[in-house]
């Protein structure tokens, strides 16, 4: 073993770096250096619903291929984003919603006044013959109420949207009409209707 | 285009699903069947800090490869699991420690009687020359603290550790001596130790 053998570390956080560092280098006595390399992982570090949906398409195209489909794949990814909450739970929702529930987020919101959120969705279609992956987004403006009215469907029971007093759980003909999906699928459904395949 | 083009639409929510068939399925007047493959996608449905820390590894390996960098790589994937909140913050703890903090933990542990919880800290090192990547894991369990004692790191100053009385915030020494990422390091150095590089 040579003398400076470096071990690259990959993390965005210096106080972990350091501490890494620390025990590396005196636990190995000084045999191994410890460099940092600042690099940020897509998958676990994206605040974006978009990177998510084009990594799960490509995926899905990948599935298609290797059981021998062929055609075109859907892949949805949605998720609230509360202003106060610094756009929480965002990304995750869904597993975010599987551990603290809609009633988590409503004790997360006690005594705040600014209750603004939006629904975004993006839907990404892969083609299996050209390889091509397309994004559709949709969004819808709201705010968070303040008592779950329903548990249909995700946090549905928790958000109003704008120009409505109802919440999309309580009220599903207005959910269809303006929902994050809906207008994301839209424009899918556009795409889907003019496609030569 | 054809009579029976399918969509192939990937989530593990049937809800979602049946949604999206009824929107697509009725925009498309019927052109396009929408068809459910349950698939779960690593990256965001994973409740593993192992398929996280892995994937990142992996990545680093190539991020190594590409940037001709020969050598070790190591990736660490901490998080928080609090069992009252059903594993939460889990595998997204630094982005949920990003949006609402110790303070929002501890809003969504009031009342609870069950303070149960562990840190769990997997380090994986890639070899660039053999391609192989090692996971080492590292255990803390303990409790969730009543009160905020520090911003050091993380959710360092709410977790207190089985058998003392003060956070991983409040005494760095203790932290030191049994905190998850010094165990997974520990194993991970004893390798690094017996590496012929």
Redesign the interface.
Known sequence: ??EE???????G?K??YE??KK??ES??NG??K?EQ?K?S?????T?SLKD?AL??CF??LL??KQND?E??????D?GLFIKA????????S???M???GQE?IL??M?NEKNREAYFQCIIA?GNSITDEIKLFEGKCDGKIGHVVTSHS?GFDGIFIPRGYSKTFGEDKEIK?KVSH??KA??E??KY??H???
């Open positions: 073993m040579g053998n470096i071990v690259y570390f990959f993390t956080n106080k972990k501490e890494v025990i590396v636990g190995t045999r191994w410890v390399i690099y992982f897509l998958e676990m570090q605040k998510v990594k799960k995926d899905a599935f298609l489909l055609g075109i794949c859907m892949v949805d949605s909450l610094k756009g929480f739970p965002g990304v995750y869904s597993y975010i599987d551990c603290i988590g004790k997360l006690e279609i469907f269809d999906r809906r699928l839209n899918a459904i889907l209707n496609l030569k395949f």
